[in-house]
């Protein structure tokens, strides 16, 4: 946890992904195209990367030496001046979701801008009086709120939900491997004699240290967010204090379903990596569960993850009171009643040792 926690505030550091390598090839070499390179090296997220032909951009760009190509076809200013619209082409790499949707973002904002004021000067021309021109370049101004984080930090985007993603897949794996090794190295019924054949007994023992030490990591997680950071939160730091002790215990219980059902060390494991790895897509934090297929919205209920987002968004966006995040404890507490069902096949499990050891 230590390293996932230092790996993802200092790999999302700056905040905002910045000089994203773009290549340029400029065909048209005019006043009008180089002014249009410069300003786009300008911009925060570009950092421009000149090429003298397609060919090698386009090599550059499928070695993932650039994220996205322009160019600039020949004739580019002629066209302008004759209002004959000329056509920019933009090439964007889709392997890289997030350095190839970036770079096209700022290329297509560099392209309204010059067409803007190409459409600026021919309008002052005209004689349009200022006042007037930016009504008939821009008749609807957009005016945006982005509500719980303001900079567009894509630290505070990913980061409160990555670090606990990785703190539950730590719990589920963990507590799975310590249930099983009782059964892997023969343990368990020295285990159950201890208690006196209680295997209730027997897995809160098992479990309460781990509830201790993983809550505060995840408080330990959560004052380096909000209290060090200085992430985005709208409510209370005691509210999700709260929500790490929820997604807690809810994993743990997690955790012993999967050992009860699955009474085999390395087969439980398994399960185990794979459901947590799935939780981190599943909890709605990229894609938003309402437009998820039918059958995955029903599969996001079963992460305690999710349930921790939705309470995040209330408490940490929002800043909601009680009555409209309550659903979310109750949801989280519901979790602990999974390993009810499996706790007599377990206790079987431990008294008969009944393990696969090849």
Request: charged share 10%; aromatic share 10%; no cysteine.
């Given at each position: 946890m230590a390293f996932c926690t230092v790996f993802y505030l200092t790999f999302l550091g700056d905040g905002v992904p910045s000089d994203l390598p773009i290549a340029v090839v400029d065909l048209d070499n005019s006043?009008?195209?180089?002014?249009?390179?410069?300003?786009?090296?300008?911009?925060q997220l570009g950092r421009v990367v000149r090429y003298a032909d397609y060919s090698s951009a386009r090599a550059a760009l499928q070695s993932g030496k650039v994220t996205s190509v322009c160019v600039i076809p020949e004739g580019f200013n002629r066209n302008i001046q004759s209002q004959r619209q000329p056509s920019?082409?933009?090439y964007v790499n889709g392997l890289y979701f997030l350095g190839g949707s970036l770079g096209w973002k700022d290329l297509l904002t560099m392209v309204n801008l010059t067409s803007g004021a190409v459409q600026r000067e021919v309008l002052q021309m005209k004689g349009v009086p200022d006042s007037e021109i930016m009504g008939l370049l821009r008749p609807i101004d957009v005016d945006v709120h982005q509500i719980g984080n303001p900079?567009?930090?894509y630290g505070a985007y990913l980061a409160n939900m990555m670090i606990p993603g990785m703190l539950q897949m730590v719990v589920i794996i963990v507590l799975i491997y310590?249930?099983?090794a009782e059964?892997?190295?023969?343990?368990?019924?020295h285990l159950l004699d201890s208690v006196e054949n209680d295997i209730h007994v027997a897995v809160l023992g098992k479990t309460i240290l781990y509830t201790v030490l993983f809550t505060l990591i995840g408080w330990t997680v959560e004052l380096i967010l909000y209290k060090w950071m200085h992430f985005p939160l709208a409510g209370s730091l005691w509210q999700m204090l709260l929500a790490c002790f929820l997604l807690v215990i809810a994993a743990e219980s997690v955790a012993i379903l999967i050992i009860g059902c699955v009474p085999v060390c390395r087969?439980?494991?398994s399960i185990g990596a794979l459901y947590s790895v799935l939780g981190l897509s599943l909890t709605g934090f990229t894609l938003p569960v309402e437009?998820?297929?039918?059958?995955l919205r029903g599969l996001t209920m079963m992460y305690p993850l999710r349930h921790y987002y939705?309470?995040?968004v209330q408490v940490g966006i929002f800043g909601s009171d009680f009555g409209q995040w309550y659903v979310y404890v109750l949801a989280l507490l519901a979790f602990c009643f999974l390993p009810l069902p499996v706790m007599r096949r377990l206790g079987n499990a431990y008294r008969n040792l009944n393990y696969e050891r090849n």
């Open positions: 006043s009008t195209s180089r002014n249009f390179v410069r300003q786009l090296d300008a911009t920019v082409g933009i900079t567009m930090n310590s249930l099983g059964l892997k190295y023969g343990t368990s019924r087969f439980a494991l437009v998820m297929p039918a059958g939705a309470m995040y």
